[in-house]
């Protein structure tokens, strides 16, 4: 059996691990609807990002599944019309690192202005990352 990964919107924003902005964002891709901003939450835990309408944004949070479980995890957003808050999402790698899960706030750029969006996690600290968001 295989373990797919499903997920409608290319990872086209910023490469995991990594600040720097990936070549394809210096223009879109013809025939792709939206981007989705990745954000490694346990290296940025303050970022901001000018986003269009419709992008994605995930700030993720990754841990050792040979420790505890993350406790618990909220999301929010300043100004849920310009960015909405679509859930919580938890990841389990099955490939790869052995032992990796991930959590991820999911959010959606709706329309023009800006917002800060956060996202808390209880593991064995308390873990808030935030992100200035702007909407063109």
């Known amino acids: 059996d295989r373990c797919v990964r499903a997920n409608p919107m290319p990872n086209l924003g910023f490469v995991r691990g990594s ?8 223009g879109r ?5 939206s981007t989705e901003y990745i954000i490694d ?7 901001k990002l000018t ?4 992008d994605l944004i995930s700030i993720e949070f990754k841990y050792a599944l040979n420790e505890s479980l993350p406790k618990s995890a909220s999301q929010k957003s300043t100004n849920p019309e310009v960015v ?5 999402r938890q990841v389990v790698n099955v490939k790869g690192p052995a032992g990796v899960g991930y959590i991820s706030a999911v959010f959606a750029a709706q329309q ?6 956060s996202f808390e996690v209880r ?9 200035d968001v702007e909407v063109k």
């Open 123 to 131: 593991h064995t600290d308390e873990f808030k990352i935030t992100c």
């Open 84 to 88: 909405k808050a679509l859930g919580i």
């Open 112 to 117: 023009k202005g800006k917002t800060q969006l």
């Open 41 to 47: 939450g346990n290296k940025n835990k303050d970022t």
């Open 51 to 54: 986003v269009k309408s419709n």
């Open 19 to 26: 600040k720097e902005k990936a070549p394809s964002q210096t």
């Open 29 to 33: 891709i013809e025939g792709v609807a």
